[in-house]
């Protein structure tokens, strides 16, 4: 079974400063990975995700990720943040047709 | 298109009682899932289903039962309620393997 380790458990970052959230995965021969967003009192939505092709994968607001096989990474950026972006974020890997999640990671944007 | 629906959304029960927490999903998806959210933990499957009539335990089963008898709903049952099954509770559905899956807003359920 595929096994996600995210490397923070808590962000805090100020307003307009760059982020970034370390996300690795047990290797595979193939590999799906996904970053979800979950805002309080919400369930998780899709941020972005990584299937095959590019290895940088980008979302509409402002969030990228890179897909690095050598390194069995999935770390998740953007250049800068804003207030909105307070939540909670997961990594995970498909695993046939089950994803196994990272425990989060909590990023608090202050002003 | 109202996507994934779990109702209800707040519950508190007592040790030893039962109930149902429903998931209704209109995407036509066949794969639905059920997770449990504990502080610190991620997500942990509890039950999954590739579609109509085919259910599997996931990674936390226990204490859980579930039925799927059509493509639209996959109610979650707790039988005998015990303290450690106080969780938020996510249903999930996608349309085939690999795809990204689409969550419920979920329930919170607390047992006293």
């Known amino acids: 079974a595929q096994s996600v380790t995210q490397l923070d458990s808590q962000v805090p970052v100020f307003e307009e400063a760059p982020v970034e959230l370390r996300c690795n995965y047990s290797?595979?021969?193939?590999?799906?990975l996904f970053w979800y967003v979950q805002y309080p009192n919400q369930g998780l939505q899709l941020l972005l995700k990584?299937?095959?092709?590019?290895?940088l994968v980008e979302s509409i607001n402002g969030f990228e990720a890179e897909f690095n096989k050598s390194q069995t990474s999935f770390h998740l950026r953007k250049p800068s943040v804003h207030i909105s972006d307070t939540a909670e974020y997961f990594c995970?890997?498909?695993?046939?047709?089950?994803?196994?999640f990272g425990a989060g990671t909590t990023v608090t944007v202050r002003a | 298109n109202a996507g994934v629906t779990q109702t209800p959304k707040f519950r508190i029960l007592k040790i030893g009682q039962s109930m149902t927490l429903q998931c209704t999903q209109d995407?036509?998806?066949?794969?639905m899932y059920w997770y449990r959210q504990d502080p610190g933990m991620g997500l942990k499957l509890i039950y999954y289903?590739?579609?109509?009539?085919?259910?599997d335990k996931g990674e936390v089963p226990n204490g859980y039962n579930v039925s799927r008898s059509t493509t639209e709903d996959f109610p979650l049952r707790l039988e005998l309620a015990a303290p450690s099954q106080t969780s938020v509770y996510f249903c999930?559905?996608?349309?085939?393997?690999?795809?990204?899956?689409?969550f419920g807003d979920g329930t919170r359920l607390s047992i006293l």
């Open positions: 290797s595979s021969v193939s590999v799906y």
């Open positions: 999930a559905s996608s349309y085939e393997n690999y795809q990204p899956q689409h």
């Open positions: 995970a890997v498909s695993d046939d047709y089950k994803l196994s």
């Open positions: 990584y299937l095959s092709g590019s290895t």
């Open positions: 995407m036509n998806h066949n794969y």
């Open positions: 289903s590739v579609g109509a009539g085919i259910t």
